[in-house]
Nanobody, 118 residues
Framework: QVQLVESGGGLVQAGDSLRLSCAAS????????MGWFRQAPGKEREFVAA????????SYTDSVKGRYTISRDNAKNTVYLQMNSLKPEDTAVYYC???????????WGQGTQVTVSS
């Protein structure tokens, strides 16, 4: 079955950087659009970034544009999220998702906590 394992979260200060990784198995990785979502305490899960199968197309939510970069390595079945200039409002559990027909039918990882202190 599909497994997505996130890593790289942690506690950092405002202005710091983190790189999240999501290692995928049990799927033909290069056929999937990959995404990152996040959920802050008391809030709905929200879209953060996505990348198409070959990395040629990316999209971001407005609040992270210019600070976050999504990338993928199809040879390693891994998707990354480079997060720079982190803000306290970026604090959330970050989830990796893999989709072929839309996020409503995506496979999800277990999440990794990112905490940004002010």
């Amino acid at each position: 079955q599909v497994q997505l394992v996130e890593s790289g979260g942690g506690l950092v200060q405002a202005g710091d950087s983190l790189r999240l990784s999501c290692a995928a198995s049990g799927l033909m990785f290069s056929r999937y659009t990959m995404g990152w979502f996040r959920q802050a305490p008391g809030k709905e899960r929200e879209f953060v970034a996505a990348i198409n199968w070959n990395g040629g197309t990316t999209s971001y939510t407005d609040s992270v544009k210019g600070r976050y970069t999504i990338s993928r390595d199809n040879a390693k079945n891994t998707v990354y999220l480079q997060m720079n200039s982190l803000k306290p409002e970026d604090t959330a559990v970050y989830y990796c998702a893999a989709a072929t027909t839309g996020w409503s039918t995506a496979d999800w990882g277990q999440g990794t906590q990112v905490t940004v202190s002010s």
